[in-house]
């Protein structure tokens, strides 16, 4: 099976800063993996432990510093790696980046059977990438996925994560499967699969590499416009009135509540 893994790197940090566009500060901050994605990673791994002739092709856009997460994939036991870079895909909104990363798959890597994504990616977090690149290559999809149970390279049986429990359902391949947090933790990357990813020269591409222009990546190919981007105010803990008899119970809430105002 021919699988493909799309990683992201992502900011170590809960504390986003923004520039004046309203686009995320990355300089200066230590990247990871996004965690969804080294779920995605030892998905594509485990897959290829029951199907031997499987090879695993992990994918990033972003700047040349993310080749680090795609060298991480490596160690792991991915098989090779391919960074989408240019300054032109400045700006992209998930439109515009779902659509790059579907034409370097279909331009850079041709046939495949499987496409693995994380559910979500922890500082962007909108869960549309994955369901998008789907689409712009019309494949079937599995999203919320918390296990693949099994696969043939026709057809794929997965577990997925509904509000009322667990689903099981069975995707014509090829297709598109979405990883949450699984009930198995990635592995470490082994000391052979670091020197494997030190020595791999990991190929690049940019815009005209993938047959896109200008209206195709960055802000004009992107239908999004962030007019304010903020963190919420955190409100203090409640109060709890703790008296067992309900009228009493309501006195006491009345008071507070004419108290701080709310009710005049
Ligand atoms: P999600 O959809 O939550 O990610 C789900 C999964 O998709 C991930 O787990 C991973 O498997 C896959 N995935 C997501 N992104 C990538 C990727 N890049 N490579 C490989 N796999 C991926 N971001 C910038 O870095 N620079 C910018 O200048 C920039 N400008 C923006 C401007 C606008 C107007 C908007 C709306 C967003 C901008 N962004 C920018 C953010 C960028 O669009 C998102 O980070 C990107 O589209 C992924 O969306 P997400 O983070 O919500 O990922």
């Known amino acids: 099976m021919k699988i493909v893994v799309c990683?992201?790197?992502?900011?170590?940090?809960?504390d986003i800063k923004w520039t004046e566009n309203n686009t995320m500060i990355r300089d200066g901050v230590e990247s990871i993996m996004n965690p969804f994605d080294e779920y995605a990673v030892e998905t594509a791994i485990r897959i290829k432990e029951s199907n031997p002739d499987s090879t695993i092709t992990v994918l990033t856009m972003g700047p040349p510093q993310a080749k680090d997460v795609l060298k991480r994939a490596i160690a792991m036991g991915a098989d090779d790696a391919i960074l989408i870079s240019d300054r032109k895909f400045a700006g992209?909104?998930?439109?515009?980046?779902?659509?790059?990363?579907?034409?370097?798959?279909?331009?850079?890597i041709g046939n495949f059977d499987l496409i693995i994504c994380g559910q979500f990616a922890i500082d962007g977090d909108t869960a549309q990438t994955g369901p998008s690149i789907a689409e712009h290559l019309g494949l079937a999809q599995v999203t919320f996925a918390k296990e693949v149970e099994s696969t043939n390279g026709n057809t794929l049986i997965a577990k997925r994560e509904i509000e009322e429990g667990l689903q099981r359902v069975e995707m014509q391949l090829p297709g598109l499967i979405c990883m949450l947090k699984c009930d198995y933790e990635p592995r470490m990357p082994a000391i052979k699969g670091v020197m494997k990813a030190n020595r791999m020269q990991i190929p690049e591409f940019g815009m005209e590499d993938l047959g896109l222009d200008n209206e195709d990546v960055g802000f004009k190919g992107s239908p999004t416009w962030v007019s304010k981007a903020f963190r919420p105010e955190t409100r203090g803990a409640g109060e709890l009135i703790n008296i067992d008899d309900p009228k009493q119970a309501a006195c006491v809430l009345l008071e507070k509540l004419i108290e701080s105002k709310v009710l005049v």
């Open 92 to 108: 992209s909104d998930t439109q515009a980046t779902s659509r790059t990363l579907a034409k370097a798959i279909k331009e850079k």
């Open 7 to 14: 990683v992201k790197q992502v900011p170590d940090t809960s």
